[in-house]
T-cell receptor, first 114, second 113 residues
Framework: DQQVKQNSPSLSVQEGRISILNCDYTNSMFDYFLWYKKYPAEGPTFLISISSIKDKNEDGRFTVFLNKSAKHLSLHIVPSQPGDSAVYFCAATAGGTSYGKLTFGQGTILTVHP | DVKVTQSSRYLVKRTGEKVFLECVQDMDHENMFWYRQDPGLGLRLIYFSYDVKMKEKGDIPEGYSVSREKKERFSLILESASTNQTSMYLC????????????FGPGTRLTVT
């Protein structure tokens, strides 16, 4: 039972354009959502998060949007750069102020072409 | 900077062998986690530990066990390795349960032949 799904295995974007990575979830108990980025031969690194009480969180070129009614979140990268090429994982957790485990999606491979 | 290290980057073992994967973090984090990453399946949680001597099963604990005798070290044990345990294994740590972010090690690519 995949509670967090990233239905696009890969995405290819031109440098300078917008990258939009999507994530859907089924568990309505999730109250925090995170995005991680992973380069080959390295562990995932935290990128940005959003609480379920918000619908948008922005950090520089990265913005995460949350649509609770649709159980959908997306990560926007503007403008995209070749260094953004990596695997992006969406993750979710439940538990209020005492966070439990993270549930990850399958990942989306982003390739940004110069 | 938080540093999470894993004992090996690459490991090749034979079916039936007992395998130990070691993870060490240097930031006095209370919580530690073991995941495996497989294509099309993302990261799946095997076991985690909220503190020393504590352990809890994740989503796919079958065929694995863990040990946490010291706060900084979390070991994953494959009692009798099988070919379906060929995977990338990732260790992570987190300061406390009040912290959202997990910090990951570089991973161990385990091949069981």
């Amino acid at each position: 039972d995949q509670q967090v799904k990233q239905n696009s295995p890969s995405l290819s974007v031109q440098e300078g354009r917008i990258s939009i990575l999507n994530c859907d979830y089924t568990n309505s108990m999730f109250d925090y959502f995170l995005w991680y980025k992973k380069y080959p031969a390295e562990g995932p690194t935290f990128l940005i998060s959003i609480s379920s009480i918000k619908d948008k969180n922005e950090d520089g070129r990265f913005t995460v949007f949350l649509n609770k009614s649709a159980k959908h979140l997306s990560l926007h990268i503007v403008p995209s750069q070749p260094g953004d090429s990596a695997v992006y994982f969406c993750a979710a957790t439940a538990g209020g102020t005492s966070y439990g485990k993270l549930t990850f999606g399958q990942g989306t491979i982003l390739t940004v072409h110069p | 900077d938080v540093k999470v290290t894993q004992s090996s980057r690459y490991l090749v073992k034979r079916t039936g062998e007992k395998v130990f994967l070691e993870c060490v973090q240097d930031m006095d984090h209370e919580n530690m986690f073991w995941y495996r990453q497989d294509p099309g399946l993302g990261l799946r949680l095997i076991y985690f530990s909220y503190d020393v001597k504590m352990k809890e099963k994740g989503d796919i604990p079958e065929g694995y066990s863990v040990s946490r005798e010291k706060k900084e070290r979390f070991s994953l044990i494959l009692e009798s390795a099988s070919t379906n345990q060929t995977s990338m294994y990732l260790c992570a740590s987190r300061l406390t349960r009040s912290s959202l972010e997990q910090y990951f090690g570089p991973g161990t690519r385990l091949t069981v032949t």
